[in-house]
């Protein structure tokens, strides 16, 4: 498949981070240049992933690290797997933007990202799309299984058993699902 690639940028300054995790909760990430950030700020609604300007000192610090963004020629984003403290650290840089907060530390990032890992929510209400849940089967004796959450309405969850993707989706309550990492708040 032909891909567009983005120069090697010299200053990040301007460029966009793309990132999320796939079905499979690895992390994903790279930076697009000027030239193909709207290209890809396009597709990421439809992928699910997540955008980060990279116009602070620790948004370009990170920005270095990571691969340099290409477009395939389906016009679709080519987002590589990094590891996952990068990515941790890319949440923890997105939500303090996103707070209107000062983006922390690295190691700032690290300590929160230690507190509930990436797509596990903290609590029954921040339950959304792509969180990781444990829900129990049908039967009763098949017992308790990690389930990607696909949609939330109202108080009721559409999930996919994340280790059998080709199941059918089902619903459960919130309250007949357990978190992975709840906070003790």
Request: hydrophobic fraction near 45%; charged fraction near 20%.
């Amino acid at each position: 498949m032909k891909t567009q690639q983005s120069p090697k940028v010299a200053s990040v300054a301007s460029g966009l981070i793309v990132f999320g995790v796939d079905d499979h909760d690895k992390p994903r990430a790279s930076v697009f240049s000027a030239k193909l950030a709207p290209l890809a700020r396009q597709a990421v609604d439809h992928l699910k992933l997540r955008t980060l300007e990279a116009t602070t000192a620790e948004t370009q610090a990170v920005a270095a690290q990571l691969p340099a963004g290409r477009m395939q020629a389906d016009g679709q984003p080519f987002v590589p797997y990094v590891r996952r403290d990068l990515y941790d650290q890319l949440v923890a840089l997105a939500d303090a933007a996103q707070a209107g907060a000062a983006a922390p530390s690295p190691a700032a990032a690290n300590a929160a990202a230690a507190t509930v890992a990436p797509g596990l929510p903290p609590t029954w209400d921040a339950i959304a799309t792509g969180h990781v849940v444990i829900a129990q089967d049908d039967y009763a004796d098949e017992g308790w299984w990690e389930a990607t959450v696909l949609g939330r309405t109202n108080d009721v969850l559409t999930l996919r058993w994340r280790d059998y993707p080709k199941y059918k989706p089902f619903t459960r309550h919130v309250a007949a699902v357990a978190l992975l990492n709840p906070t003790s708040k």
